[in-house]
């Protein structure tokens, strides 16, 4: 049986904050297993992160553009919020 999503995902400002995640981790050619691992957290996580689907951390959010090399203002200026 397929669990409810949680009342967050889809969230236009998650939506566009794990667009802009996938974008950046693209420009530098970085897996998202890989992107996940160096982070600290799973990839199947990281996966929703990208979708929508999880309403991520304040920690985690700066981990993520830690190993980005992004700043978190960068990351939300590309997402649009």
């Known amino acids: 049986m397929a669990r409810p999503s949680p009342i967050h995902a889809g969230d236009p400002a998650l939506v566009g904050i794990g667009q802009a995640i996938r974008e950046l981790r693209a420009a530098v050619e970085m897996s998202q297993e890989a992107l996940a691992h160096e982070a600290g957290m799973d990839r199947s996580y990281m ?4 979708r929508g689907e999880h309403n991520l951390t304040l920690i985690n959010l700066l981990r993520i553009c830690r190993c980005l090399r992004v700043s978190v203002s960068e990351l939300l200026r590309r997402a649009g919020v």
């Open 47 to 50: 996966g929703g992160i990208e």
